[in-house]
């Protein structure tokens, strides 16, 4: 998780320790020096991880003088290139931060909380997720049409609950791409599901996923009115640059609207598949920056867009590389 930078980047080091600052966490040892079972807990990995993407967003900003806003600490307004800023679930708060509608240290202290809350929600619940590869057809002409597979496995999880027993759960959690999506529950009922929809033909395969909570499902609803309360008093202003949000794939418009996007977010799922076709069709030729440590969403999107650029952030060589292609543009 860009431990090069945070020896050798002050600014890297600097945004680390104002986040461990923020939570009184050691986030530094934490992050690099583990235990990983420990880091992995989500109430520490959510803020470890907006602190790596935040920090390498810094990086480009000063040391390579790209500034994603007009008042930002770069010398170059690139308001006119930038045209959209999204995150994936977590990376909503990242987005927020980047476009200066909420404070670093804020949104640190949020998915601290977030994270907290999550675990709290089903600390006696055994629950799951899993990623399903869903089938498609080789008459598939557009995303528009393989979207439809997201629809079937909709309609076969409606089904299903219909005959679980009392308490168990299983729903949408990620749309991720128009040929991978990820289901939420309690562990039968994902088992279950997981099985019906490989027997129909629907999914291909179903990987389960290294989570410690069901996230985006009905079962964080407590998670979901804890953080009601603590994004009361957080002071959000409208971004400086176009936000798509998670929960319904659209533009968010007024600054007051943030919290409620950010509470429902919590137990709706990730529509990343809309906000992307949202990107490509309103966008000639876009050119995708994926910051932090994975590349899991950008190899999503490269499917469904083979022709696409993006430009993956984990180190500062990765800058280097965005920025020659940034000036010569």
Request: glycine fraction near 4%.
């Amino acid at each position: 998780m860009s431990k090069c930078l945070y020896d050798n980047s002050e600014i890297f080091r600097h945004t680390i320790q104002e986040a461990a600052e923020a939570i009184q966490v050691n986030l530094p040892k934490l992050i690099y020096e583990g235990p990983q079972e420990t880091l992995n807990l989500t109430a520490n990995a959510q803020p470890a991880i907006l602190s790596v993407g935040i920090g390498l967003l810094r990086v480009i900003q000063t040391k390579y003088k790209l500034a994603a806003t007009k008042h930002c600490q770069g010398n170059v307004d690139v308001m006119k290139n930038v045209k959209f800023v999204l995150g994936h679930s977590l990376g909503e708060y990242a987005a927020l931060v980047a476009t200066d509608s909420i404070s670093f240290p804020d949104a640190v202290k949020l998915v601290r909380r977030r994270g907290e809350a999550m675990q709290e929600s089903v600390s006696n619940l055994p629950t799951s997720m899993s990623a399903l590869m869903l089938r498609q057809s080789k008459k598939t002409k557009s995303l528009k049409q393989a979207t439809e597979s997201l629809n079937k496995v909709e309609d076969v999880l409606r089904s299903i609950r219909k005959d679980l027993p009392d308490g168990e759960v299983v729903e949408l959690a990620n749309l991720n791409s128009s040929f991978q999506t990820v289901i939420s529950g309690t562990s039968m009922a994902v088992d279950t599901a997981c099985g019906v929809l490989q027997a129909k033909r629907i999914a291909a395969r179903a990987v389960d996923l290294p989570v410690s909570a069901p996230f985006h499902c009905s079962l964080m609803r407590p998670a979901a009115e804890i953080m009601k309360d603590a994004l009361k008093n957080i002071e959000f202003r409208l971004p400086k640059v176009p936000v798509l949000t998670n929960v319904n794939a659209s533009l968010v418009t007024d600054a007051k609207s943030i919290p409620d996007i950010l509470y429902q977010q919590i137990t709706k799922p990730v529509m990343w598949h809309q906000s992307i076709l949202h990107v490509q069709e309103k966008t000639k030729h876009p050119v995708y920056v994926a910051m932090g440590p994975s590349k899991v969403i950008g190899h999503l999107l490269q499917r469904d867009y083979p022709a696409v650029k993006i430009f993956y952030i984990e180190e500062e060589e990765d800058i280097r590389t965005l920025s020659k292609w940034w000036y010569q543009k």
